[in-house]
């Protein structure tokens, strides 16, 4: 059974900096497109950043330049660094996996970790 658990999210001033991780665990030795949404109150989640099956990276231009993607696969766990954070990066963020395609219909979910950046 696949599970994915998020954490590092909380409370950050404006400019400050998050870690999130997400802990996989069930996945198979195959390799997954990894990746990180979130989703702002009464909005549909969108993407923020991936890793696609040949391991480059892509980002939202929101966020390009402030979040870096990685994962460690020895530890299986993907991580979002969060750095110069805004008010406007408050959400709630949520890993995913899946052995083909980055989007919102990808086969596993985290239940998410909630970030809020006070101005």
């Known amino acids: 059974q696949v599970q994915l658990v998020e954490s590092g999210g909380g409370s950050v001033e404006s400019g400050g900096s998050l870690r999130l991780s997400c802990a996989a665990s069930?996945?198979?030795?195959?390799?997954?497109?990894m990746a990180w949404f979130r989703q702002f109150p009464g909005k549909s989640r969108e993407g923020v950043a991936h890793?696609?099956?040949?391991?480059?990276?892509h980002y939202a231009d929101s966020v390009k330049g402030r979040f870096t993607i990685s994962q460690d696969k020895t530890k299986n766990t993907l991580y979002l660094q969060m750095n110069d954070v805004k008010p406007e990066d408050t959400a709630w963020y949520y890993c995913?996996?899946?052995?083909?395609?980055?989007?919102?219909?990808?086969?596993?979910w985290g239940r998410g970790t909630q970030v809020t950046v006070s101005s």
């Open positions: 890793i696609d099956l040949d391991g480059s990276v």
């Open positions: 995913a996996a899946d052995p083909l395609v980055v989007g919102l219909d990808m086969a596993y």
């Open positions: 069930g996945l198979t030795d195959s390799s997954y497109c």
